[in-house]
């Protein structure tokens, strides 16, 4: 397996994404959005985790110059102001998905995305945006509505929800099924019982802001991301 980082450009900002390459060529491209804490370990080895499997991945960098927050204030600091422009949050992930485009070995007609957390709304919002891609798939990621292209929503849509996730209450959850069924959206939500935000991440045990790790929702979401795969490619 071949890793590297990539650097491309938006509005004079330079931002650094790593992918991992399979043994093959000609294959999809999966791009991988991360959480309020930046292109990390844990996207990067999910890149890893992709390559193995047959695809070229690119763990994207939202926040730019490949920027990681170590606190919680940090976190919430880089991402606040994306969450709040989301027209520069579907800029900077188109940008990041036509750089993936040029990447050697990627067959351009097989694209997807996948995020957590914050990287499940960025994701969402690049179906939002009318991009061609064949789907996306949202890890416990947040559901805010946003305004859908004129063109509308092109991919599939796959979201992988923890029943008991703090961070998206389940008027959120209404909200957004509503939102991708008048959107004309091929659309399904899994509910997981039991299992909170961040249910992906080892890591994840902080009572106060809700997340924590929870092994069968994290091997059933992987599991129904690649039925999901296996759909759209």
Same mark, same amino acid.
């Given at each position: ?11 004079? &900002? !330079?931002?650094? $994404?790593?992918?991992? +390459? ?6 999809? %491209?999966? /791009? ?75 067959? &351009? !007609?097989?694209? $997807?995305?996948?995020? +957590? ?6 994701? %969402?919002? /690049? ?107």
């Amino acid at each position: 397996m071949k890793t590297e980082v990539v650097n491309y450009q938006l509005d004079k &900002q !330079s931002y650094n $994404a790593f992918v991992a +390459y399979p043994e093959d060529q000609n294959r999809p %491209l999966v /791009l991988i959005a991360h959480t309020w804490a930046g292109r990390d370990g844990f996207v990067e080895e999910r890149a890893k985790q992709l390559a193995s499997e047959g695809y070229v991945a690119m763990a994207v960098d939202m926040y730019g110059e490949g920027k990681v927050g170590s606190t919680t204030e940090e976190n919430q600091a880089m991402m606040t102001p994306l969450v709040e422009d989301r027209s520069k949050l579907k800029s900077v992930i188109n940008a990041a998905l036509e750089k993936g485009k040029t990447l050697g070995g990627v067959d &351009q !007609s097989k694209i $997807a995305a996948i995020g +957590y957390c914050f990287g499940g709304l960025v994701v %969402l919002d /690049l179906a939002r945006s009318g991009a061609d891609v064949q789907g996306v798939v949202s890890f416990h990621g947040l559901l805010m509505g946003s305004d859908i292209s004129e063109t509308g929503i092109k991919s599939k849509i796959l979201v992988l929800h923890g029943e008991r996730d703090p961070m998206v209450p389940l008027e959120m959850v209404d909200s957004f099924q509503n939102e991708m069924t008048q959107a004309g959206a091929d659309w399904q939500l899994h509910s997981y019982g039991n299992a909170y935000h961040a249910f992906t991440n080892k890591e994840a045990n902080d009572p106060n802001l809700g997340t924590q790790y929870n092994e069968e929702a994290d091997k059933r979401s992987w599991k129904s991301m690649q039925n999901f795969f296996a759909e759209i490619f």
